[in-house]
């Protein structure tokens, strides 16, 4: 298998570039598309892909600067992108290499055109609806959800299910969604005897499921123990990098929940305590349109843990259905 290109590799390459507009080198000889780094002549970095087929819908936007057109020496198409706010250079740098990976499984030029073009215009407003830092509430929801795949998912199942199965970030009312079962996780910080549940249909569902309850707290950095957020994200990147479909598809589900990398998130550390499931069955307490007024059209409630002791499952062998 190629390698996946190294961002350090990339930003070497780059900054080793001279700061001519129509010096270019090629990213990578061995990727199916001529994709092209350089600078410009004010010394910014430049993205260039060179194709024989016409890049269509991708054009300039309030963060990206984007020129397409037909080169007289050979008839090709050039789209040059360029970023318009150097405050978001560690976002561009991120977006030129997910551009680069999500069109190297391409069958062929026209293929991996449209892969390009797909994936440029979901990052153009993934810039455009915002680039705030996440909250740290969403952080640890997210970062739950993560160590579900890494600690529970990637050794009971294969790469495939463990990130087709995580839906959440597609707007399900369910964080995995599995043929024979569910699941929903829940983050917590040790000692806190609650968890939320946001509406009405997250657990309405006929099929047995579970709550995953996992136990996370923040640490310092020099607990051995610990991880930051993008460690988190990179230790999980690192182990699909063998299918790099699914490695595109994970990062495609981490651009819908609004993380992009941030240097900030490597100041964040955590420490995992721990995993808990509840078997969500008929019998479990929960509200849902049926056993509510009809008056009563949307709400969220909170669970008590010790409440719902009866329903804990031992352990994560108890979960069954996850294949």
Known sequence: MTNLIDIEELLKKWDNSHAEE???KRVDAEHPLDFFIGKDDEGKRVFALITNFEPTNVSSSKFLSVIKNKRSTDDR?????????????????????????????????LNGMEIFVTRFLK???????GLEEMSASKIKGLIGELLFIDKILLKRTDKETAIESWLGPEGYDRDFVFCETWVEVKTIGTGKDSIEISSLDQLNVEKIGYLAVINLDKTSETDAAGFS??????????????????LFLFNDKLMLLGYRYRESYDNMHFIFNGINYYKVDATFPKLIPENIRSEIVRANYTLSLTAIEQWKVEDNYGVTGIS
């Open 22 to 24: 129509d010096v270019l």
């Open 229 to 246: 957020f993008n460690e988190i994200i990179n230790t999980l990147i690192l182990k699909l990098q063998s299918v790099p479909k699914m």
């Open 77 to 109: 198409w050039a789209v040059k992108i360029k970023l318009k706010n150097d405050e978001f250079e560690d976002v561009f740098v991120h977006l030129c290499v997910d551009l680069i990976e999500a069109c190297r499984v391409c069958i062929n030029e």
């Open 123 to 129: 990052w153009q407003k993934m810039m455009e609806t």
